[in-house]
């Protein structure tokens, strides 16, 4: 079955503890992306990558790293969580293909995450 | 840089009644797509416009990309229960590998 899968669904850190989640696709799509979603102000992008070893910030990505060092794989890291990184994030993967258009975007189940 | 504006915020109809959501962008636009989250869900995507003037249609959903390709818009008709839920319109501009999300229109549907 297609499928963005992130880990974890769920988790309750405490600030300044390192955390990953993880994203993996099976579709073998070339964009990947981390968005994150707060009430009132929709989906935000975090970062994004075209290809592998191609990565590029999106809106807000100040306090995230991210890395696609293989096709599948996009993991976002939090260095140094902040309660105001609390948030529901979601992955999204999607074909690719010649600019400017990306093509139907396939969204994880998310990671709602709670910084305390 | 881009922005998009998604209005109505939220909008409350009686099943039977029709709904509009109407995507407004700053800049002309190279495609928008269209997604739709149920609560406790995942952004799902519906459609993707690319010419100007465009308009494609899904049984009782209309989607419709302006002549100038600066807004959009998606027409429920006759919505259901199973119609609740938040509407994104998400936009590229130019050649932007960026894909811009509006803030989104919940739609409540009740009996």
């Known amino acids: 079955e297609a499928q963005v899968t992130q880990n974890p669904r769920y988790l309750i850190t405490v600030t300044g503890k390192k955390l990953t989640v993880t994203c993996s696709q099976n579709?073998?799509?070339?964009?990947m992306s981390w968005y994150r979603q707060d009430p009132g102000l929709g989906l935000r992008q975090i970062y994004y990558?075209?290809?592998?070893?191609?990565?590029d910030k999106g809106d807000v990505p100040e306090g995230y790293k991210v890395s696609r060092k293989e096709k599948r794989n996009f993991p976002l890291i939090l260095e140094s969580p902040s309660p105001n990184q609390t948030s529901l994030y979601f992955c999204?993967?999607?074909?690719?293909?010649?600019?400017?258009?990306?093509?139907?975007?396939?969204f994880g189940e998310g990671s709602r995450l709670t910084v305390l | 840089g881009q922005q998009v504006m998604q209005i109505p915020q939220y909008q409350h109809v009686q099943e039977g009644e029709d709904f509009t959501t109407y995507c407004n962008s700053s800049?002309?636009?190279?495609?928008i797509q269209w997604y739709k989250q149920r609560p406790g869900g995942h952004p799902v995507f519906l459609i993707q416009?690319?010419?100007?003037?465009e308009v494609k249609k899904q049984k009782r959903l209309t989607f419709q990309f302006g002549e100038a390709k600066k807004n959009s818009s998606l027409h429920i008709t006759a919505t259901q229960t199973t119609d609740v839920g938040t509407y994104f319109c998400?936009?590229?501009?130019?050649?932007?590998?960026?894909?811009?999300f509006g803030t989104g229109t919940r739609l409540q549907v009740t009996l």
């Open positions: 999204a993967s999607s074909l690719g293909g010649v600019y400017p258009v990306t093509g139907e975007l396939f």
């Open positions: 579709m073998n799509h070339e964009y």
């Open positions: 990558s075209m290809n592998v070893e191609v990565t």
């Open positions: 800049t002309t636009l190279s495609n």
């Open positions: 416009l690319v010419k100007s003037g």
């Open positions: 998400a936009t590229q501009a130019g050649t932007a590998s960026k894909l811009t």
